[in-house]
């Protein structure tokens, strides 16, 4: 394969409202296989394929017989309802003609931004790719309220390729990519083929909603862009309105590139220092303060105090000898198992756990410094057999 996604293995798609059904709210069929073609071209060429589709109110309020012009919030949810499937039927049909076959995944802003929910999604979409399957995903608009959504598909495609690893996102849309200004107002606007990195003078280049059926425009493909780039996942913006968008793109066509901003291992660390609720915390000795300043797990044997009550996997608070936060990690222990091994060593913890236990409170790669070190003279507790270092 060439063209510009030939660099990567594991790709998003975002796919728009106002690409799938048209103003009569009808689903624009020859369009989709075209695209599902592509799609399976993608496949047989040895990628993963991600799609998060739009379109479910769009179809569902056709089929209800709603306005097209306005719905009350129990209106768009019965909408959702309806059309959600319609919209994986369609899906299951179009790919099924190329073999491949389709599974629903609907989401909502917990699953994303709660850690058991974002391992156990992870886990269902992994799977599904592993079998040879295409997830296609949804926000969930049948349950979701003004108050407890994404409110856009751009960025729950961010979201979502950030959680997968994914290597790409590719929004299809109505433009060809990001302009010095919205082009339909100014027509000295330029394309930008690349942008390198998402600056205040980037987003003050983006535009509001543009599609009739849109709920976002530039500026949400923009936050997008930063969810995913600052991540570690490359972004275009890429034309999806005519036939066979993708093997458009592959061609040539003209988008925009955004250049991921930082490597994986580091996108994982601002994750768990940026996104997440803190569940707990627990205070540490000098000694653990300074293991963890040289990239040392934090060790149960370090530890002087627990507060809270979470679960494992969750985010806590580590905090130092004089109770200001130094790092934020993901708990290896539940709260009761903490309390139960705090300040012992990693024998005793298996010993009280059962040997399934590695004996770290939280690893070093789900551990992330956000402060002060603490005394760095005092010796750190360091145990080989656990920490190789």
Do not use: C
Not at 67 to 86: N, V
Not at 94 to 112: E, F, R, S, Y
Not at 322 to 337: P, Y
């Amino acid at each position: 394969m060439t063209g510009p996604l030939a660099k990567y293995r594991r790709i998003t798609i975002k796919i728009g409202s106002a690409l799938l059904v048209d103003r009569s709210g009808r689903l624009r069929a020859d369009w989709l296989a075209g695209l599902a073609q592509d799609v399976a071209g993608l496949k047989a060429a040895g990628r993963e394929i991600v799609i998060v589709s739009s379109g479910a109110i769009a179809l569902g309020r056709s089929l209800l017989g709603l306005s097209a012009l306005s719905l009350t919030l129990e209106q768009s949810q019965a909408a959702a309802s309806a059309g959600q499937i319609a919209l994986s039927q369609a899906w299951a049909e179009a790919l099924g003609q190329h073999g491949i076959v389709t599974g629903q995944i609907l989401i909502t802003p917990n699953i994303t931004e709660e850690r058991r929910y974002y391992l156990n999604a992870r886990t269902t979409i992994q799977t599904l790719l592993g079998l040879g399957a295409i997830p296609i995903i949804n926000e969930n608009d049948s349950v979701a309220t003004a108050e407890i959504r994404y409110g856009d598909n751009d960025r729950l495609s961010a979201r979502v390729a950030t959680m997968i690893e994914a290597d790409l996102l590719v929004l299809l849309s109505d433009v060809d990519g990001l302009y010095t200004a919205p082009p339909a107002r100014d027509p000295d606007a330029r394309h930008l083929p690349v942008v390198e990195a998402i600056t205040p003078a980037i987003e003050a280049m983006a535009g509001g909603a543009a599609s009739h059926l849109s709920r976002g425009g530039m500026t949400t493909k923009i936050e997008a862009g930063k969810i995913a780039t600052q991540a570690g996942t490359a972004m275009i913006i890429a034309k999806g309105t005519e036939n066979h968008p993708l093997a458009r793109l592959i061609e040539g066509g003209q988008h925009t590139l955004f250049e991921p901003a930082t490597t994986r291992a580091q996108s994982r660390k601002r994750w768990i220092m940026g996104t997440l609720a803190i569940a707990g915390t627990v205070r540490v000795d000098a000694g653990a303060a300074r293991a963890l300043s040289l990239g040392k797990s934090l060790l149960p044997v370090g530890v002087t105090q627990i507060t809270g009550d979470f679960e494992r996997g969750d985010t806590i608070a580590v905090l130092g000898p004089d109770g200001q936060e130094i790092a934020r990690g993901l708990v290896s222990f539940d709260s009761e198992d903490a309390r139960l091994v705090i300040g012992k060593h990693s024998e005793a913890v298996i010993e009280l756990l059962g040997s399934g236990n590695r004996g770290a409170m939280v690893h070093r790669d789900n551990l992330v410094l956000t402060g002060a070190r603490g005394d760095t003279e005092t010796k750190p507790h360091l145990e080989a057999d656990h920490e190789p270092g």
